[in-house]
């Protein structure tokens, strides 16, 4: 594997990598690792990443339904 070294980073810049990293449970090292693993993703597989993450956060395996009969019932009122 290969090593990056980035220089001339902005002290302000690293203490928000340093806050997000804690705020997600991680060391910096392996927070940076996955942004940069993230960033590196072709556009089109970095968008399903952020939708797996996002259905990760909410209740595990609940789908929404399908909201037209709903509305049709509505409307029929």
Avoid: C, F, H, W
Avoid at 48 to 72: C, V
Wanted: charge should be positive; charged fraction near 40%.
């Amino acid at each position: 594997m290969a090593q990056l070294l980035i220089r001339n980073l902005e002290d302000d810049v690293v203490e928000a990598l340093k806050k997000r990293a804690v705020a997600q449970g991680q060391s910096l090292e392996q927070s940076l690792r996955e942004l940069l693993r993230d960033a590196a993703l072709p556009e089109v597989a970095r968008r399903l990443a952020i939708i797996d993450r996002i259905r990760a956060m909410g209740p595990e395996s609940k789908r929404q339904s399908d909201s037209t009969r709903l509305i049709r019932e509505d409307r029929d009122r």
